[in-house]
């Protein structure tokens, strides 16, 4: 692995990036009938496997989904998008002075992965990457309209970068029912929401977020966690695409970390495993592209699309969530 001067996507840009709408993501859409959500998938799965016992698909694989959703939920309406003290006793604290950056980053990631991290990186906030309006989001974190302008205030200088990693043998179950997916999040959003609460007992100010806010996968890449991966997921090197992520913007002044240059780019451009282990066909096994497949991709980078209309219409298909894109990804090891 090599530390870069720049993000291995930005050889791939084309044309002019432009924000991404949240209301166009396969959720927002979902939200508004026009592709199958977790919902419908789930309904499904109890109707059509469940009800018969199937294995990977029974009662207590979907209960299992709903525990974790539960911690997942509450936090994440409590947290998510908030620059707000969770604490039950809130504390006015001054700031505390920071004379080494460098140092102040390793304490805020020692705190991260006491919490529960198993990788965490810090850029520079590249607001690109930050969603031009709210859509599915604001459902989650209760904090804005759908349709509301997507603003973070100019002090926010960085982003923490957090990823948790999903059990392995819970992920090569896939395409039965994986309910890793819902523990992951909790997980994940628990950390976020607990090294913005670090923060702001520093006397610095923090917004945690899940998917919600901005978009995970740029802003992982320019933390140093990882690079894209054909899957259309962040392929890191300790744990390949096996990872869920979440996100805490401050102003806590911080040492920012490089991105790398672990070769997936070449990789992918050889391996084709997730496309062809794709039961949705969603996956490209081609050349890369930067048109869209439906308005649910941007465009102006060459990369591989993913078609989430098939990956959606698969789930459905299914009765229960996929991750065989993560599965059977060379760079997911036990
Ligand atoms: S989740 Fe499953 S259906 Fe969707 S892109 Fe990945 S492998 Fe394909
Ligand atoms: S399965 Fe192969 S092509 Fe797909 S993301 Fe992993 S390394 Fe890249």
Redesign the pocket.
């Known amino acids: 692995m090599k530390s870069v001067s720049e993000p291995t996507y930005k050889r791939f840009i084309t044309g002019p990036l432009e924000r991404y709408d949240e209301r166009n993501n396969a959720w927002s859409r979902a939200d508004r009938g026009e592709l199958p959500g977790p919902r419908s998938v789930m309904e499904k799965g109890l109707k059509t496997k469940a009800a018969k016992n199937v294995p990977g698909y029974t009662r207590e694989d979907f209960a299992l989904t709903f525990g974790a959703r539960a911690v997942d939920t509450l936090v994440r309406k409590m947290t998510s998008g908030k620059d707000r003290q969770a604490a039950r006793w809130p504390i006015s604290v001054d700031k505390m002075p920071v004379s080494d950056t460098a140092k102040m980053s390793e304490t805020v990631k020692k705190a991260a992965r006491w919490f529960g991290a198993d990788l965490v990186g810090i850029c520079e906030l590249n607001r690109l990457w930050v969603y031009s309006h709210w859509g599915h989001g604001a459902e989650i974190a209760e904090v804005a309209k759908w349709g509301d302008p997507m603003e973070i205030p100019k002090d926010y200088r960085y982003a923490v970068l957090i990823a948790w990693a999903m059990d392995y043998d819970d992920v090569m179950r896939s395409p039965a029912h994986t309910p890793c997916t819902d523990l992951g999040y909790a997980k994940v959003n628990s950390v976020a929401a607990s090294v913005a609460e670090f923060i702001r007992f520093l006397g610095y100010q923090a917004i945690p977020s899940g998917n919600e806010v901005a978009l995970n996968i740029p802003m992982a890449i320019d933390a140093g966690l990882g690079e894209l991966g054909r899957?259309g997921l962040l392929i890191t090197r300790e744990y390949g695409p096996r990872v869920r992520l979440s996100k805490v913007f401050t102003d806590l002044p911080l040492e920012t970390d490089k991105p790398v240059d672990i070769g997936i780019q070449d990789f992918c451009e050889k391996c084709t495993e997730c496309a062809r282990?794709?039961?949705?066909r969603?996956?490209l096994d081609g050349e890369r592209t930067d048109q869209p497949r439906n308005i649910s991709n941007s465009s102006g980078v060459l990369k591989w699309p993913?078609d989430t209309e098939k990956?959606l219409a698969?789930w459905e298909r299914n009765g229960g969530y996929?991750?065989?894109?993560i599965k059977v990804c060379p760079w997911n090891r036990p």
């Open positions: 899957n282990g794709c039961p949705g969603a996956i993913t990956c698969f996929c991750m065989n894109c």
